[in-house]
Each structure stands twice: as C-alpha cells, then as structure tokens.
C-alpha cells in the first residue's frame, strides 16, 4: 500500500530529526573544522545526497544544530536564581545539583555543553562573554562577600567550574559508562 502524504512527511521530519540528533554527536566527537559532509554521511548510513536534501551545507547543518543547543530557558531559570534573596552557598548548590542531574539524565546535554564550548574556541571568544558564566561570576562575588566562597579572581573561579563541567561532559560523549561529577565536588570547587 502506497504511503500517504502524510507518512511522508513524517517519515521526512523523522530524518531531519535524526540528522540532527546523530550529526550533534558527531561534531561533538570531530569538531566543526574536522567535520566533512561526506564523512558525517558515512557515520549517519546515508548517501551524502541525502544530507544535501535537508541541509544545503555543514554550516547549515552546524547552526541548526548550535541553534537546538541555545538554553534559553536554562539561562532564564539561572537568571531567577541569582536575583532570588538567598545565600550565595545555596545558589551554588542548586546551580551544582542542575548541572549533575543535566549530565546524568540527559543525553543531549552534554553533547551540547561539548558542541558551544568547540564553538567558543574555534572562535577564539572569552567564556566570560557568555550569559551563563556572567551569571555565575554574580554568585561568586555574592559569595566572596558573604565569606562562602574562596578568594579569587570570580572569573577564574568560573573557568575552573565550567571546566570541570566541560571535562565531564566530554567523558560523557567519548566513553562508555564514565563517572558523572557529583553536585558536592563542584560545589567544592568554589567553597571558602
């Protein structure tokens, strides 16, 4: 029996979902600049054709992918957090206790975290130009204030954070059943 136009289209967004699903992981393994279409085709089992049916080009593909990976709604709810009256401690816990459960429970996320940080460096940007890294600087001088938090540059002690996020998610992407950094060391990371 012949599909109908619907299945087709289906079956059309299914693909599309699925390139970008699997093409997520492979720029996260290869990197933007080693990535070639004919490459990504081969690891996805479809015809390099294919690929051009649904992206024009790798750059194409690349923003839909980096666009997926914009958290807006994780940066609101950071953004809510560190307005609320609470202690700098706190904050940390809760932001530290997000970050395990992410990585954990959700596979795409530290695809991600992998596919923005690559993205940052092979654009030669600061991290501390990004909302999520400003945000958490306000907790660290909140922090250093309060006595909670190790003396520092509050940049720095960001870097060394979302460092230790980025090592773990990398061991996410590139080995079999790691180890997930737990709320408690990171919290760790920054306490006075």
């Not at 996805?44 to 024009?56: A, H, P, R, S």
């Amino acid at each position: 029996m012949p599909k109908t136009e619907e299945q087709c289209k289906q079956m059309r967004e299914d693909m599309r979902a699925r390139i970008l699903r699997e093409s997520a992981i492979y720029f996260a393994k290869n990197g933007f600049g080693n990535t070639k279409i004919g490459d990504l085709a081969k690891y996805l089992g479809i015809g390099q054709g294919t690929m051009y049916m649904y992206f024009k080009s790798k750059e194409e593909l690349f923003e839909e992918i980096r666009k997926t990976a914009d958290n807006k709604e994780e940066l609101k709810k950071m953004k809510l957090l560190v307005k609320l009256p609470i202690p700098a401690k706190l904050k940390i816990e809760k932001i530290s206790e997000e970050m395990e459960k992410q990585l954990r429970t959700n596979e795409d996320y530290a695809v991600k975290i992998t596919i923005f940080s690559q993205l940052m460096l092979e654009q030669h940007k600061d991290f501390s130009s990004n909302e999520f890294y400003k945000e958490l600087v306000k907790v660290i001088k909140q922090g250093q204030k309060e006595g909670t938090v190790v003396s520092g540059d509050p940049t720095y002690l960001a870097d060394l954070y979302w460092g230790n996020i980025y090592l773990y998610a990398l061991k996410k992407v590139f080995l079999k059943d790691p180890k997930t950094v737990t709320k408690e060391t990171l919290s760790r990371l920054l306490e006075a």
